[in-house]
């Protein structure tokens, strides 16, 4: 299979273990799968794959080529002749990661909330499949745009979910107010989602700054939590659009690293060199990568999935390699 490999020497923005370290990413060609439409979470769970679409009733497992091993129902929602959810009633789920629910390990998948009530909701399904919980994030997201200062005309648009031992990082697509990665309290966040706690009162907001091209800025659109190195890996991409409801001409993706000490030290993290864009022969790569997971870590290498949505039915899907 054929690799691109792209270098970045990360300088003195990162204060931590990555400082001043040279990041290679080596990716495969894509995989394009046209029976999984819009691609927008993934997770790596007991060796597994398992992924969702923001317009698909489904969840599924993916076998490694990226093919469908088994899917399930999320829930019955309308969906057109093209097997997609309608727009207008499309729940857009774009995050996904795997939790501990009511003491039982769990995938949670969070809607946008880029369309009031109707993408405000969270489905929780444990592994045991014994545990189904639909959970409003009315009140979450009214809190999350408080902790992120957003004006009235600003809106969420969250594309990404990760943990790390002690906080959930929700993150934000800043195509309709600005990027940011949100943390909570890792324990307090599945509460609420079991609905134990109905509010979320401490949460910070770390306000990023990404890459520009043609005017518009990159949107961060995944994430994942490096343990090794106490960091998060992020995904973004550029879209040529203004606002977090309609799809915009797709101008590239990146992949970064977010040490979690520099999130406290700074209310905004300044990104905008400190990415890898997905390059093969000198030209971006056309894809619109959605979520990040991994297959294996280790204090110095990486090795995962990258999981893309382009807007048109399909999926795409890249293996990759981050190391240093």
Known sequence: ?????????IGALFTGSLAAQSLTLEFSDRTTNYN???????????????????????????????????????????????????????PDFEALDALTVSDKPAFVMLGSGSKLDVREWAIVISQDRQLRIERSLKPLYIALRQAAGYSADQEINIEGLASSEDYAYIINRGNGGSNVIFE??????????????????????????????????????????????????????????GDAYNDGEILGSYVGVVPLNTLSQSQTVDLSDNLIPLM?????????????????????????????????????????????
């Not at 439409?37 to 993916?62: C, L, R, T």
């Not at 890792?186 to 890459?211: C, K, M, P, S």
């Not at 518009?216 to 973004?236: C, I, K, R």
């Open 280 to 324: 093969n022969n000198n030209q971006r790569v056309i894809t619109k990568v959605e979520s990040v997971a991994f297959t294996s870590e280790t204090p110095t290498k990486l090795e995962g999935v990258l999981a893309s949505d382009n807007d048109d039915g399909t999926s795409e899907f890249f293996n990759f390699k981050l190391s240093k």
């Open 184 to 241: 909570i309290d890792l324990d307090d966040f599945q509460d609420y989602l079991a609905g134990e706690d109905e509010l979320l009162e401490d949460i910070r907001a770390y306000h990023v700054n990404l890459t520009v091209v043609e005017g518009f800025e990159a949107g961060l659109s995944g994430a994942e939590y490096w343990s090794d190195t106490q960091s998060l890996v992020v995904t973004a991409s550029i879209e040529a659009t």
């Open 36 to 90: 999984f439409p819009s691609a927008s979470g993934v997770v790596v769970e007991q060796n597994k794959i398992y992924a969702v679409g923001d317009d698909s009733p489904w969840f599924h497992q993916m076998n490694a080529d990226f093919t469908i091993a088994e899917k399930e129902l999320i829930k019955d929602y309308p969906v057109g002749d093209n097997g997609r959810i309608i727009k207008k009633v499309k």
């Open 1 to 9: 299979m054929k690799r691109t490999i792209l270098t970045l020497c």
